[in-house]
C-alpha cells in the first residue's frame, strides 16, 4: 500500500484494461519501478563527484574543478568519457574473471541497498519486513569484492590492501550491526518505513546518540572514508585493492565508492535523522523527498569535511578501536538501551501510541534515553583517555629548547 | 698550554700532537701547500681513528670521500672530517693508497655512519674499504663499467675534459655525439624484439644480496608456516618523496628487513663539477635540495671562499651581502621546513589539507625569491665574495592575489609584514591545527625511535639528530657568516621518535622567524653597501683543499673542494665533493623501521625528510 | 501477495543491478583502444620487477579475524527477532536475551584475552 510497486501497480490495471497481458503488464510496472529506483543513485553519483571535489578544493583553499561547464558541473561527465577511451589493462598474472567481476560487484551492490530506502512516505522501492538485515546483508558484499580485487590483481600492494580487508570492513560490520540494534528496539520493527515513521515524534539521534555515531564511524570504516581509508592508503598502499585497475573498471570502483559513501548519508539519514519526516510531509509526501535530501547532503558534507581534514590511523590502531572500545561500547549500549526502554514502560513514560508523533508527548522518554546515553558515552570517553594517557605518560614529551645564549653581539665582518 | 686533563677538551693542534705522539711512524702532516690535516697510514687507520673518537671525543664523522690525484702524485686518498658534537673544528686525516689496487680499512666498526659513504667511495672510486659488512655499488648499478670518478675514467659522449666542448660545436656547428648512436634517438625496438623475454639478472642479484631470495620462509611463534612478502616501496612510489626505492620484507604487516636502495636520479654531480669551472658550479648546487637551493648556494661559496681567501685580490663579502645570505638561508629553512611537515602529514594519510595550507605560506616566500634571485626554485643567488644582487625596491607577489589582480609591495615592507605578523600567525594557525591532533599523535609518538647515541654514530643530521636529543646545529658548533652575533636558540627532543622531528621542525621554523626579526633592522642599517665584493668573474682559485659546511634545513651540508693542478690556479676544482644531508640520514632509515608497520615505513621516511636530487647526486 | 511482489521487485532488482555496471564497461570494450604488450601487462610494484609469489601462505592472524567476526555476526543476527519483539516480550525473555549479550561479551573478552585480537 506504501510503495513504489504498488505506486506503479495502480499502471498495470491501466495497462490490463487496454487490453495487455495481466503477467505482462504486472512485470513492465515492476521492470519500471526497478529502473527508476536505480537510477536515482546513478545519476545523482555525477553531480556527487563535482560536489566532493569542489568541496574539497574550497577546505584546501584552491578553486576546483571550474573548466568544462558553469561552475566545472560537466567535469565527472568529461571524466566518465574519458574513462570510457581508456586502454584498459589486466595484468598477465590476474585472474582475469574475478579480476572482471569485483568492480561489476563492487557497482551493484551499492545500486541494491537503495531498493530499501524510503525516499517518501509512499515511495520506496521495497519495503521489506526486514529492511535492516537486508542492508547488513547485501553491504557485506562490500567486503567480498574488495577481496576479489585484490586478490585477483596477483598484486602485493592489492593483496596487502585485501588483508586489511578482511580485517577492518569485517570488523566493523560487528559495532554496525550492534548499533542498529537499537533503532529496531525503538521501533519494534525492521521495515525501513517503520523505522523512519517510529521517528515522527522525535528522531532516534536524540535518543541515542551513540548509537548514531557508532553507526556513523562504523559506516566510514566500511566506505573506506579518512580516517579509516587504509584500503586504499594512498601514501603506503598507493591504491590498495583497486591498483591494478584502469579504464573504466576503474572508473566502476570510484563510482562505486562514492555512492556507497552517499549511501552511507541516505541511510544514516534515515535511521537516524527521521528519513522524510519534515514540516507538511503530512499533506504533500513528495516533500520528504526533499527533506531526505537535505538531511543527507548534511551528514555527507560532514563526511567530506572529516575526509579533508584527519590523517589515517594505522591498521592495528584501527582494529584495537574497534574491539576494544568500539564493540564493548556497542554492547554495553544495547544493555542500557534495552533496560532504560524497559524502565520507561514500566514508569508510564511512553507516549500514547495516538500521541506518537507529538514532539511534546516524546520529551519524556527522549530525555531519560538522552541522558543514559550521555552518561555511558561520558564513562566510556574517561576510560579511553585514562587508558591513551597511561599509554603515552612515558614518552610524551613536548621538546626540550635548549637555550643558547649568543655570544656578543655587534661583530660585524670587516 | 696547559695540561689538559679531560683529553675530550684538546683543540685541534694539541689532538694531532698527542696522536702523533702515539703513532709516530704512522702518522705525519699534510704539509702540502693549502693543504691541512694528517696523514694516516692505513694500516694503523682503525686504531687511530678508535682514539680519536673514544679518547679525543671526535664522536660524529661528518663526511668520508676519495680523491683521484693521477697526476699530481700518484695515489688516492681517502679524506675524513671528524668532528666533536660538543662543538669546534674538524679533524682532518687522510689515507693514502696506491690507484692499482686501492685499498684501505673500513671504518664502518668504528662509526656506522660511514657505511654508505664508503659505498659511494668504492662505487665511484673502486676503493676496497677492507672489513665493511656490506660493500656494494650504491648510486650506479651492479652492472657498470669501471668507477666513474677516477680521473681516468673516459665519458661516453664527452671527448674532453672540461666545459666548453669544442667537439660538440666543431666549426660552429652543433653536433651531438649521442646521434651517431643507435640509442640515442627515440628507442626503436627490432621486429622479433619481445620485451617480455628480456631477462635483467641484475635484480635477482640484488635480492639474493639482500638474502631476501625469492621464497623467504619463517616460522611464527606458533610454529605455522608463513611466508613472507618481498615488496618493493618505490622506486614509483607516491610516498617516497621521488624514486628512492625501499626493499622491504613483510611478516604480515610488520616489518621484518628494510632496505634502502637509491641511484635512480644518479647523474654523477660530483663528476660534472669537475669538468665545470668553479663558478659554473654554483646553479648546480641548486639542483641538489631543489627545496631549499639557496641554502646549497651558501655551502659552496663559503666552501671555495676558504679557497679564495688564501690567494691575492679577494675581499670578503660585504656585512649587507652576510645579512642578505643569511636572510635567504632562513628564509630556505622556513620554506623546507614547511615543505616537509606538509608532506609528512600526507604521509600519515591526510588527504593533502595541511600541504596545501603550508604550501600556500611556502608560495608567498617563493615570491620574493622571485623578485631578488630571477626564479623561485633554483635561486642561484650567491656568489663567490657575496649575492648576485640586492633586493628589488618593489616586489610583485602573485601568490597575494587582490581581486584575481596581482599587486606590488614595497619589498621591505613586504619582508617586515610576512616577518612580523603573517608568518607567526601561520605558524600559530598551524599549530592549533596539527600539534594536539590526535591522530597525528598515535600515529608518531613512539615511532621511528631513534637514540641519541645511534644517531650519533650513524652520522646523521639536522632535525633528524637533534630530535634525538643532541644539540648539534652548525650554525653554533662551527659558526660561519653572521650567525654568531645572532640570537637564537637550538630545539632539541627527548624521545627521537617522529612526533619529536616534527616539534623539532616546528620550533625551528620559529627560531628562524626569530633570526629574520634580527635581520630586518640590519638591511636597514646597511642600505646601499654593496652586496658583491671585487673578484674576478672567472676566478683562480689558490690550490688548496677546503671543507665548508652549512646547516642546511635538511642537515648538515658539506662541500669537500680541492684546487689542485695548475699552480697559477686552476679554474677547475679537481675534486668537487657534496656531503650530503639527506643521503647520510638514510643509513638510519633501517634500524628505524624495523619491527614497525608498513605504514610507519612511510612516515619515518618522511620524518627524515628526504630529496632525491642530494640523495642521489 | 504484497510481501511476495515486495521480493520480486528485490528479484527483480538484483538481476538488473548487476546491468548498470557491466553496460559501462562493455561500451567502453568497444571504443577504447587495444594495444596490450607484455610490458603494459606486467605487474605493478612501483616500476621494478615482481619478486617472489603474491599469493603466499599469509599470516594466520587474518583468518582468526575473520572466525572472530563470524562468531559474532551470527550470534548478533539472532538479536534482531529479539529486538523487533521486545515489547511484547515477558521478563523471562528479557532476562534471556540480557544472558545471551553476556554470553557475547564473554566471547570477546575470551578473544581479547587470548590475544586474538593483537593486530601483527
Redesign the interface.
Known amino acids: 500500500m506504501t510503495s513504489c510497486v504498488d505506486f506503479i501497480n495502480t499502471l498495470s490495471p491501466c495497462l490490463v484494461r487496454a487490453g495487455w497481458n495481466a503477467d505482462l503488464a504486472n512485470l513492465l510496472s515492476l521492470l519500471l519501478g526497478v529502473v527508476i529506483v536505480a537510477t536515482v543513485p546513478l545519476l545523482t553519483v555525477i553531480l556527487l563527484i563535482w560536489i566532493e571535489r569542489k568541496f574539497a578544493a574550497r577546505i584546501q583553499d584552491r578553486i576546483g574543478p571550474n573548466r568544462v561547464g558553469p561552475y566545472g558541473l560537466l567535469q565527472s561527465l568529461a571524466d566518465a568519457l574519458k574513462m570510457l577511451t581508456k586502454e584498459d589493462i589486466t595484468p598477465s598474472g590476474a585472474d582475469r574473471i574475478l579480476f572482471n567481476l569485483a568492480p561489476i560487484i563492487t557497482f551493484a551492490t551499492v545500486v541494491l541497498i537503495w531498493a530499501i530506502v524510503p525516499f517518501t512516505p509512499l515511495h520506496i522501492g521495497a519495503d521489506l519486513s526486514i529492511g535492516i538485515l537486508y542492508f547488513v546483508a547485501v553491504g557485506s558484499i562490500g567486503a567480498v569484492k574488495v577481496m576479489i580485487g585484490g586478490w585477483s590483481s596477483n598484486n602485493k600492494y592489492a593483496l596487502l590492501g585485501a588483508f586489511r580487508t578482511i580485517a577492518l570492513i569485517v570488523s566493523y560490520e560487528v559495532p554496525m550491526i550492534l548499533a542498529l540494534l537499537v533503532p529496531v528496539l525503538m521501533a519494534g520493527s525492521m521495515g525501513m518505513q517503520d523505522l523512519t515513521r517510529a521517528q515522527g515524534g522525535m528522531w532516534f539521534i536524540v535518543m541515542s546518540p551513540l548509537a548514531a555515531i557508532i553507526f556513523f564511524v562504523a559506516n566510514l570504516a566500511e566506505t573506506g572514508r579518512s580516517p579509516f581509508d587504509l584500503l586504499e592508503a594512498e601514501s603506503e598502499l598507493i591504491a590498495g585493492y583497486n591498483i591494478e585497475y584502469s579504464g573504466f573498471k576503474f572508473g566502476m570502483f570510484m563510482a562505486g565508492e562514492f555512492m556507497h559513501v552517499f549511501t552511507v548519508a541516505v541511510l544514516t539519514a534515515v535511521l537516524f535523522l527521521g528519513g522524510w519526516w519534515g514540516p507538511f510531509v503530512d499533506q504533500v509526501p513528495a516533500l520528504g523527498f526533499i527533506w531526505l535530501g537535505l538531511k543527507t547532503a548534511v551528514v555527507y558534507l560532514f563526511m567530506l569535511l572529516i575526509r579533508n581534514t584527519v590523517p589515517r590511523f594505522r591498521i592495528d590502531q584501527v582494529m584495537n578501536i574497534n574491539w576494544k572500545f568500539m564493540v564493548p561500547l556497542s554492547i554495553v549500549l544495547i544493555l542500557l538501551q534495552s533496560f532504560l526502554l524497559r524502565l520507561i514502560d514500566a514508569l508510564g513514560l511512553r507516549p500514547a501510541p495516538e500521541l506518537a508523533n507529538d514532539l511534546l508527548a516524546n520529551l519524556p522518554q527522549t530525555l531519560v534515553l538522552l541522558a543514559g546515553n550521555l552518561v555511558l558515552g561520558a564513562i566510556f570517553m574517561h576510560l579511553l583517555q585514562r587508558h591513551g594517557r597511561t599509554l603515552r605518560e612515558a614518552d610524551e614529551a613536548l621538546a626540550v629548547v635548549k637555550g643558547e645564549a649568543a655570544p656578543a653581539g655587534g661583530m660585524a665582518e670587516a | 698550554m696547559d695540561v689538559v686533563a679531560d683529553k675530550t677538551q684538546l683543540d685541534i693542534s694539541a689532538s694531532v700532537e698527542l696522536l702523533r705522539e702515539r703513532w709516530p711512524d704512522a702518522i705525519s702532516h699534510d704539509n702540502r701547500d693549502g693543504f691541512s690535516g694528517i696523514i694516516v697510514d692505513p694500516a694503523q687507520l682503525d686504531d687511530v681513528a678508535l682514539a680519536m673518537r673514544d679518547e679525543l671525543g671526535f664522536d660524529y664523522l661528518s663526511s668520508v670521500t676519495g680523491v683521484d690525484y693521477l697526476g699530481v702524485a700518484d695515489h688516492m686518498e681517502v679524506v675524513y672530517h671528524a668532528y666533536r658534537t660538543s662543538g669546534g673544528p674538524a679533524l682532518v686525516f687522510k689515507a693514502q693508497t696506491g690507484r692499482d689496487d686501492p685499498r684501505v680499512p673500513s671504518l664502518v666498526s668504528v662509526w656506522p655512519g660511514a657505511d654508505f659513504q664508503e659505498r659511494e667511495a668504492y662505487d665511484l672510486y673502486g676503493i676496497h674499504f677492507e672489513g665493511h659488512p656490506d660493500l656494494r655499488r650504491i648510486l650506479l648499478w651492479d652492472g657498470f663499467d669501471g668507477h666513474p670518478l677516477r680521473k681516468d675514467w673516459q665519458e661516453a659522449y664527452y671527448e674532453e675534459e672540461h666545459k666548453p666542448f669544442d667537439s660538440r660545436w666543431p666549426g660552429g656547428q652543433v653536433y651531438r655525439a649521442e646521434e651517431k648512436n643507435v640509442f640515442g634517438k627515440n628507442v626503436k625496438y627490432p621486429d622479433d624484439f ?3 623475454r628480456l631477462n ?1 639478472v641484475s ?2 642479484d640484488l ?1 639474493q644480496g639482500l638474502g ?1 631470495g ?3 620462509q619463517a616460522l ?1 611463534s ?1 610454529g ?17 618523496h621521488g624514486v628512492f ?1 625501499m626493499v622491504v620484507t ?5 616489518i621484518a628487513s628494510l632496505d634502502p636502495v637509491m641511484g635512480y636520479l644518479h647523474r654523477n654531480h660530483e663528476k660534472i663539477g669537475e669538468r665545470n669551472s668553479f663558478l659554473h658550479n654554483l646553479p648546480f648546487t641548486d639542483r641538489l635540495d631543489y627545496i631549499s637551493s639557496m641554502s646549497n648556494n651558501l655551502g659552496y661559496a663559503l666552501a671555495v671562499e676558504q679557497l679564495l681567501s688564501q690567494g691575492a685580490r679577494y675581499s ?4 649587507r651581502a ?1 645579512c642578505l645570505r643569511v636572510l635567504m638561508v632562513e628564509l630556505t629553512r622556513i620554506v623546507n621546513h614547511l615543505w616537509s611537515l606538509g608532506f609528512l ?9 595541511p600541504m ?2 603550508a604550501n ?1 605560506e611556502r608560495e608567498k616566500i617563493l615570491d620574493f625569491f622571485e623578485a631578488t634571485a630571477g626564479s623561485r626554485l633554483m635561486c642561484n643567488y650567491m656568489r663567490f665574495a657575496g649575492v648576485y644582487r640586492d633586493i628589488p625596491e618593489r616586489i610583485r607577489s602573485v601568490a597575494n592575489l587582490v581581486n584575481d589582480k596581482v599587486r606590488d609591495y614595497n619589498t621591505m615592507d613586504y619582508l617586515t609584514e610576512m616577518v612580523n605578523e603573517r608568518l607567526p600567525r601561520f605558524l600559530d594557525e598551524y599549530d592549533t591545527l596539527l600539534t594536539r ?1 590526535e ?5 608518531t ?2 615511532v621511528g625511535v631513534l637514540l641519541p647515541e645511534d644517531a650519533i654514530a650513524l652520522s646523521t643530521c639536522g632535525p633528524l639528530l637533534r ?1 634525538s636529543g643532541v ?1 648539534y646545529d652548525v650554525r ?1 658548533a662551527d659558526p660561519y657568516s ?1 650567525y ?12 627521537g ?1 617522529i612526533y ?1 622531528r616534527f ?2 621542525r616546528f ?1 625551528e621554523m620559529r627560531e628562524s622567524v626569530r633570526i629574520l626579526r634580527q635581520i630586518l633592522p640590519r638591511l636597514e642599517r646597511s642600505q646601499g653597501e654593496e652586496v658583491m665584493s671585487k673578484v674576478a668573474h672567472t676566478p683562480r682559485v689558490p690550490v688548496g683543499e677546503a671543507y665548508g659546511r652549512v646547516e642546511n634545513p635538511k642537515g648538515e651540508l658539506g662541500y669537500y673542494v680541492v684546487s689542485e693542478g695548475d699552480p697559477k690556479g686552476p679554474q677547475n676544482p679537481w675534486r668537487y665533493h657534496v656531503r650530503a644531508p639527506s643521503f647520510i640520514n638514510l643509513t638510519a632509515l633501517g634500524p628505524m623501521c624495523v619491527g614497525h ?6 612516515t619515518i621516511l618522511g620524518s627524515i625528510d628526504i630529496v632525491l636530487g642530494e640523495t642521489d647526486r | 501477495m504484497e510481501t511476495l511482489n515486495e521480493w520480486a521487485f528485490v528479484g527483480v532488482f538484483f538481476a538488473i543491478a548487476w546491468v548498470f555496471p557491466a553496460l559501462p564497461i562493455i561500451g567502453a570494450w568497444l571504443v577504447r583502444p587495444k594495444k596490450p604488450n607484455a610490458l603494459k601487462k606486467q605487474t605493478y610494484e612501483s616500476g621494478v620487477e615482481t619478486v617472489g609469489d603474491t599469493w603466499v601462505q599469509f599470516r594466520v592472524q587474518y583468518y582468526i579475524y575473520g572466525l572472530v567476526f563470524l562468531i559474532f555476526d551470527v550470534e548478533m543476527i539472532f538479536l534482531f527477532p529479539w529486538a523487533v519483539a521486545y515489547e511484547r516480550l515477558d521478563w523471562f525473555a528479557y532476562g534471556a536475551g540480557f544472558l545471551f549479550i553476556f554470553l557475547l561479551t564473554d566471547a570477546l573478552i575470551y578473544a581479547w584475552r587470548k590475544r586474538a585480537l593483537e593486530w601483527v
Open positions: 619481445d620485451l617480455g635483467d635484480e635477482s635480492y631476501l625469492v621464497d623467504v611464527d606458533d605455522l608456516r608463513t611466508d613472507r612478502l618481498v615488496v618493493n616501496l618505490g622506486p614509483h612510489h607516491p610516498s617516497t626505492r613483510l611478516d604480515g604487516e610488520t670578503p663579502p660585504t656585512y652576510e602529514l600526507n604521509d600519515l594519510g591526510a588527504f593533502f589539507t596545501l595550507y600556500n591532533n591522530i597525528l599523535r598515535e600515529r609518538v613512539g630530535a644539540p653554533r653572521i654568531p652575533e645572532l640570537d637564537f636558540d637550538i630545539p632539541i627532543g627527548k624521545n621518535d619529536d616539534l623539532v620550533q608497520k608498513v605504514a610507519d615505513v612511510v
